[in-house]
């Protein structure tokens, strides 16, 4: 069984720029959720999908988008990056989106913005 | 709104010590807790979670964690460590409605000494 898996493993970008993560989930898995690890604090959520539609969101700004393919997996746009963007970006899936659901997370894609 | 709590920023015990860490949540109903570790450039692997019922929770790697509703508390314990045990450790709180999105604590990093 395939864990959870992210692209790029590390990227950097300058101010201004767009940016896109990929996430393939866990085999079986439905939902996907977003995280932004800031450096020395705990993951923060930025969205969720569930079978390709938005199913719930955290307090960041529009220029945060995503979406989900047929296939469960999902990518992660960040918009006109700002320094404070510099961030680990986890992807994590689960089997449903139900309360509770124990979400199982990838590697992260550690974005540097300059 | 949901949170959680984790005191200790930094611990440091013994190989063969016990461990505790400290966690505090703050959610108006039944609370589903987990515990995740993260290694240095790692994403985070689930440890054990709470959803009901017996109030001691056996998780992997020989780590546990009580559930004590009167002090809000899940804190996270094992009786020896390992020096492979070195990592960040978050206590996370399910979301009470919307998404089944995590609230994470920010971490507790556990060094340990031979």
């Known amino acids: 069984e395939t864990g959870v898996t992210q692209s790029p493993t590390h990227l950097i970008k300058t101010r201004g720029q767009q940016v896109t993560l990929r996430c393939s989930s866990q085999?079986?898995?439905?939902?996907v959720s977003w995280y932004q690890q800031a450096l020395g604090q705990g993951p923060q959520f930025i969205f969720q999908y569930y079978r390709e539609e938005e199913n719930g969101r955290g307090n960041f700004p529009p220029r945060f988008s995503g979406l989900q393919f047929p296939n469960y997996s999902s990518e992660l746009n960040v918009n006109a990056l700002e320094l404070d963007d510099s961030a680990l970006y986890l992807c994590?899936?689960?089997?449903?989106?139900?309360?509770?659901?124990?979400?199982?997370f990838g590697p992260g894609t550690r974005l540097l913005v300059l | 709104a949901q949170s959680v709590t984790q005191p200790d920023i930094h611990i440091t015990v013994s190989e063969g010590a016990s461990l505790e860490l400290r966690c505090n949540y703050s959610?108006?109903?039944?609370?589903?807790l987990f515990w995740y570790v993260q290694s240095p450039g790692q994403g985070l692997q689930l440890l054990l979670k709470y959803f009901s019922g017996d109030t001691l929770v056996q998780g992997i790697k020989g780590f546990e964690a009580e559930f004590k509703r009167s002090q809000s508390s899940f804190n996270l314990r094992k009786p020896s460590v390992h020096w492979s045990d070195a990592a960040e450790y978050f206590c996370?709180?399910?979301?009470?409605?919307?998404?089944?999105?995590?609230?994470f604590g920010t971490g507790t990093r556990l060094t340990v000494i031979p």
């Open positions: 996370a709180v399910g979301a009470s409605t919307g998404a089944n999105n995590l609230f």
């Open positions: 085999s079986g898995h439905n939902t």
């Open positions: 994590a899936s689960s089997l449903a989106a139900g309360r509770g659901e124990t979400q199982y």
């Open positions: 959610y108006g109903a039944t609370p589903y």
